[in-house]
């Protein structure tokens, strides 16, 4: 089983600013772990390309993406909203986050890997159609899936999001898209206060208590998400990789471990293997205590190739 990871140099450009938790490190820690774990040498590695205007149009408002570049400063940092700035590389940081994730999508279309992680920041799940907030400037996962229903024309994906907040943006993107499921599991009530009460049939959302821990989450996955995926039959899965749900991430008030992260990436795994030819393409969200971060991002990657 070949997988594949793409990042790019420019992400670890994009910094906030010190004590900032969407630090640059984030993405040292990780490849640093996949180093000293050998899992590096059986990754096939990708440079992400920069998101075309057509990939960020195909899911955001023009004139927002005006804005985006428009702000990007020449020194200094902009701030977009209270918790998100941009600094000089951070424009094209965001633009290789999408790009990674709409090269991941050619990637399993074309049949060259059956998975992908996209070790990527800025993250993007909270970026709505025409705004920007909690550390998101462009949704890469809704790129991804854009680009997957223009360019392959498939009818059917499902974005599943394990982030410990909701992904109000890509929900706010796909709402109404009938060959979108959007799954999700999220604490609340927490940032960004939003999904708990979302009404739309392919939104299948659940709200996870502060505190709740590994057999919570297993319990949400297989009573809601398993179901309605089954029923869906997605052609591809997306997987909008959050570990701030992680025990050790003061971040967030949810207790999962290691194991959960590759529990849930077998249970997709077995979905993609049905109806979508194993295809699926993840994308680094959340996840800021650095050593938990790592070992999930590890046990995530791992789960994809198996227990050989
Ligand atoms: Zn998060």
């Not at 970026?127 to 229903?149: K, P, Q, S, T």
């Not at 993609?272 to 990657?301: D, P, Q, T």
Request: with cysteine; aromatic share 8%.
């Amino acid at each position: 089983m070949v997988i594949a990871y793409i990042s790019h140099h420019d992400c670890q450009l994009h910094d906030m600013g010190p004590g900032h938790p969407e630090q640059p490190a984030r993405l040292s820690a990780i490849s640093n772990r996949l180093i000293a774990s050998g899992l590096e040498m059986v990754l096939r590695q990708y440079s992400a390309p920069l998101a075309t205007r057509e990939h960020l149009e195909a899911v955001h408002d023009r004139a927002y993406v005006d804005e985006i570049f428009a702000a990007s400063p020449t020194e200094g940092l902009a701030w977009i909203d209270g918790d998100t700035a941009m600094n000089r590389y951070s424009l094209h940081a965001a633009l290789r986050a999408a790009g990674a994730v709409a090269m991941g999508v050619d990637l399993v279309m074309e049949d060259e890997v059956k998975q992908v992680f996209c070790a990527v920041r800025p993250p993007g799940h909270h970026a709505e159609r025409h705004r920007a907030m909690g550390f998101c400037l462009f949704n890469n996962i809704a790129v991804g899936a854009y680009h997957a229903l223009n360019r392959y024309g498939l009818k059917r994906i499902a974005i599943v999001d394990f982030d410990a907040h909701h992904g109000n943006g890509t929900e706010d993107i796909v709402t109404g898209d009938k060959r979108v499921l959007f799954c999700s599991t999220f604490q609340h009530p927490f940032y960004p206060h939003s999904g708990f009460d979302s009404t739309a049939t392919g939104i299948v959302n659940v709200p996870l208590a502060a505190g709740s821990n590994g057999s919570a989450f297993r319990e949400a996955v297989d009573s809601h998400w398993v179901p309605r995926l089954a029923e869906f039959a997605p052609e591809l899965i997306l997987i909008s990789a959050g570990f701030d749900a992680h025990q050790a991430d003061n971040m967030t008030g949810l207790n999962l471990v290691d194991s959960d992260f590759a529990w849930v990436t077998r249970r997709l795994c077995e979905q993609a293997e049905k109806s979508a030819e194993a295809r699926i393409v993840s994308s680094l969200e959340g996840g800021y205590e650095l050593h938990a971060l790592a070992r999930s991002v590890e046990a995530h990657i791992k789960a994809f190739i198996g227990d050989s």
